[in-house]
């Protein structure tokens, strides 16, 4: 079983910067890719970001294309969120969570889930 911790939240202004990490437990990391999601109040939980196992491949929302970058450093077992440009409608809950199928952007295809963390974008 792969536990999931978040962190690196927290309030930012319009435009600016922040990245979150997230960091796992187990051997099994590099086998998963990783991916990235939000849920903002009143919204449904929709998929940000994905990385695959190995690092080499990504895929982004239309959203967030050209603002965020997602990593992974497999040797700390921990995957991040990078995001500059940020906007209001960037304010969500972030979660990340693991797959065992390459870049999947379908909730239900992920067996583990962080507890998310808090990201506030203020105007």
């Known amino acids: 079983q792969v536990q999931l911790v978040e962190s690196g939240g927290g309030v930012v202004q319009a435009g600016g910067s922040l990245r979150v990490s997230c960091v796992a437990s187990?051997?099994?990391?590099?086998?998963?890719?990783m991916g990235w999601f939000r849920q903002a109040p009143g919204k449904e939980r929709e998929f940000v970001a994905v990385i695959s196992g190995g690092g080499g491949l990504t895929n982004y929302a239309d959203s967030v294309k050209g603002r965020f970058t997602i990593s992974r450093d497999n040797v700390k077992n921990t995957v991040y969120l990078q995001m500059n440009s940020l906007k209001p409608e960037d304010t969500a809950v972030y979660y990340c969570?693991?797959?065992?199928?390459?870049?999947?952007?379908?909730?239900?295809?992920?067996?583990?889930w962080g507890q998310g963390t808090q990201v506030t974008v203020s105007s």
């Open positions: 969570a693991a797959s065992p199928i390459v870049l999947e952007t379908i909730r239900a295809a992920y067996e583990y």
């Open positions: 187990g051997r099994t990391f590099r086998t998963y890719s």
